[in-house]
């Protein structure tokens, strides 16, 4: 499987999508039958994209030049040739290398010792204590707590998760409550 589904897959068409014209908007949904694992995907134009690499529920995964982009089926419309994406080429293409430079830089940023704010960055939730297989270890108030790589990103502030700190404290004592419960 291409290399980057995980880090990508909560931003790339979501920003993508916007940008199809109202041509691509009056298209009719691609039919699920033509949502299957091999099937060539094209752009709002016609032009191939790539191929889908897996569908599961709601959200297929595309492989475009050996990179991931999973996107939700209500992305995709029927086009002439099978597939196709609301979106041109070009701009797929584009969020795509977006997204995977900014994973980069979340990566270079997400070390040991280095401080994670909140969402707003009006907080800091925690200090990364260390790197594990399922993410990042974070030593907070609350004790450690371990967050998956998609919970990250680069704010203006540095490095964050993706909640405010009341959603982020909430969240921590839930995990910590089902822990002791289960």
């Keep these: 499987m291409p290399r980057a589904f995980g880090p990508i897959a909560a931003l790339c068409l979501a920003a993508a999508m916007p940008l199809a014209g109202p041509a691509a908007a009056a298209q009719d949904a ?12 094209y752009d709002q134009n016609g032009e191939e994209v790539g191929r889908i690499a897996k569908v599961s529920g709601e ?4 492989s475009i030049d050996g990179n991931g982009l ?14 196709a994406l609301k979106a041109p080429k070009a701009k797929i293409v584009a969020v795509l290398r977006q997204a995977e ?6 990566d270079g940023a997400l070390k040991p ?6 969402a707003d ?21 609350e004790g450690n707590i371990t967050m998956p790589r998609a919970a990250f990103f680069l704010s203006a502030q540095g490095l964050a998760v993706k909640v405010n700190e009341k959603q982020f404290l909430e969240g921590v004592r839930a995990a910590r409550a089902a822990k002791k419960g289960g």
Aim: net charge positive; hydrophobic share 55%.
């Design 59 to 62: 959200r297929v995964a595309v």
């Design 121 to 141: 960055g009006a907080a800091v939730l925690g200090k990364v204590s260390a790197m594990a297989p399922q993410g990042a270890v974070l030593a907070t108030r």
């Design 70 to 83: 999973v996107v939700p089926k209500s992305a995709f419309v029927k086009g002439a040739k099978g597939p």
């Design 30 to 41: 691609a039919p699920a039958a033509s949502l299957v694992v091999g099937a060539k995907v």
């Design 101 to 106: 430079a900014d994973a980069a830089a979340v």
């Design 113 to 118: 010792g280095a401080d994670v704010r909140s």
